[in-house]
């Protein structure tokens, strides 16, 4: 579930990772800076079809090869690769490349090689931190199937080096799987480039190196996108597959009114009927009074996930 919101003509400014808006919210309704990292009990997974035997042959092929060229057991990533290597990664790599048992081989093997020399389970908190200081990004309750919502807001942006910004967008990838209940494989995202500016953007050389890490090295962990925004400003950067993903959402300040987005056809949605409103934020039109705090959010977060990280099967 991917979410996108539209731009704001009015300009509001952050201070100390909390958006100015929060102001506003009644003061009957008590502010948390507690981010809802553990799932309902009630939520309903979207589950991948059952392989047909076809399917099932190639599956069995790439398991075997993908075994035969894992680390040596007493090599010190080896717990972290055969956490990583399970049944689920194979199929969503097949799933990726449509069963081509070459190119699912080529794809998963790349994986399994920038893995080890990039270990983005083993990012260290201490030195992503820094790029998550002001909120722009970060993990706030879970979908109606379940999936952990990744909430984005350009608008803070406050990346100095390109190189750590891609690292935290990884940590938070791998954080993201680490929250994950039971039957979910995929991650919500809420994208809300309100009231931000082209200046915001991170560069075109950085998007392009995030997207090449997404889409060869996380193929079917994003589900649909909720977009608060003009579509303009991303798409550029995105293949048709996850354009298609997108979903734009009725903003609630302008009484359900559409921006412009001519020549897409992409669904309107109310994120109200995919997010549960005791755990949508009172931002997005839920219940949920949440403002950001970065020492509240970062210890809750290495808390459920893992300080410095944890090793676990990618189910």
Not at 2 to 8: E, G
Not at 24 to 43: G, K, Q, R
Not at 242 to 252: H, L
Not at 274 to 283: A, H, M, T
Request: a neutral charge; aromatic letters at 12%.
């Amino acid at each position: 579930m991917n979410v996108f919101r539209l731009k704001s003509s009015g300009h509001s400014t952050a201070s100390k990772g909390t958006d100015s808006k929060a102001s506003s919210i009644s003061e009957s309704v008590p502010v948390t800076h507690e981010p809802i990292l553990t799932p309902p009990a009630d939520y309903s997974p979207i589950l991948p079809a059952a392989l047909d035997e076809a399917q099932q042959a190639v599956f069995e092929k790439l398991k075997t090869y993908i075994h035969s060229i894992m680390l040596p057991e007493d090599h010190e990533y080896y717990p972290s690769e055969k956490g990583f290597v399970t049944d689920g990664t194979l199929k969503r790599y097949l799933r990726a490349r449509k069963y081509d048992y070459e190119a699912s081989k080529t794809m998963l093997e790349n994986t399994v090689k920038w893995r080890r020399d990039y270990r983005p389970d083993e990012l260290d908190p201490n030195y992503i931190k820094p790029e998550a200081e002001t909120g722009k990004m970060y993990f706030d309750g879970f979908d109606n199937n379940g999936r952990p919502i990744w909430i984005m807001r350009p608008r803070l942006q406050n990346s100095k080096e390109g190189d750590r910004q891609v690292k935290h967008i990884v940590f938070c990838l791998e954080r993201g799987i680490r929250l994950m209940p039971a039957k979910v494989e995929n991650i919500a995202i809420i994208v809300d480039f309100k009231d931000s500016a082209y200046a915001h953007n991170p560069s075109i050389a950085t998007c392009k190196k995030f997207l090449d890490i997404l889409s060869n090295h996380y193929p079917e962990r994003l589900a649909p996108w909720f977009f608060f925004t003009t579509f303009k400003m991303i798409s550029p950067f995105m293949d048709p597959v996850t354009k298609a993903k997108i979903k734009f959402v009725y903003d609630e300040d302008k009484k359900g009114a559409k921006e412009d987005t001519k020549g897409v056809s992409n669904e309107w949605v109310h994120l109200k009927d995919y997010v549960p409103s005791n755990i949508l934020e009172r931002e997005y039109g839920g219940n949920y009074n949440f403002q950001f705090n970065i020492e509240t959010y970062w210890n809750a977060l290495l808390q459920r996930t893992g300080n410095p990280f944890k090793v676990v099967d990618y189910l």
